[in-house]
Nanobody, 123 residues
Framework: VQLQASGGGLVQAGDSLRLSCAASGRSFSNYAIAWLRQAPGKGREFVAYRFWSGSSTYYADSVKGRFTISRDNAKNTVYLQMNSLKPEDTAVYYC?????????????????WGQGTQVTVSS
């Protein structure tokens, strides 16, 4: 089972980036897929999640209205579109999957993690 995150980079404040999380190795139809992030010196925090099946999404207050999580079933990929980026969005971003969204919200006990992708936003 693999979650492959990509798309990070160095951008300026106000710019946009789209992160991708390619899933393979099993069906995630009963899973929630999330993006979490970890800034230097801080713990891992929840950013957004959606269930692979269905259309409901959930966002952290800090990104609501700026970030959008979406999926492409044909490509087995989940995206995080990040607009109006701020320096405080600088972090390593991880995708993760779990059958229980509560674990993703707490960032503990999560079934599957992808490797991180660095996002750096300069002021």
């Amino acid at each position: 089972v693999q979650l492959q995150a990509s798309g990070g980079g160095l951008v300026q404040a106000g710019d946009s980036l789209r992160l991708s999380c390619a899933a393979s190795g099993r069906s995630f139809s009963n899973y929630a897929i999330a993006w979490l992030r970890q800034a230097p010196g801080k713990g891992r925090e929840f950013v957004a999640y959606r269930f692979w099946s269905g259309s409901s999404t959930y966002y952290a207050d800090s990104v609501k209205g700026r970030f959008t999580i979406s999926r492409d079933n044909a490509k087995n990929t989940v995206y995080l579109q990040m607009n109006s980026l701020k320096p405080e969005d600088t972090a390593v971003y991880y995708c993760a999957a779990d059958r229980q969204a509560s674990r993703l919200l707490r960032a503990t006990g999560v079934d599957y993690w992808g490797q991180g992708t660095q996002v750096t936003v300069s002021s």
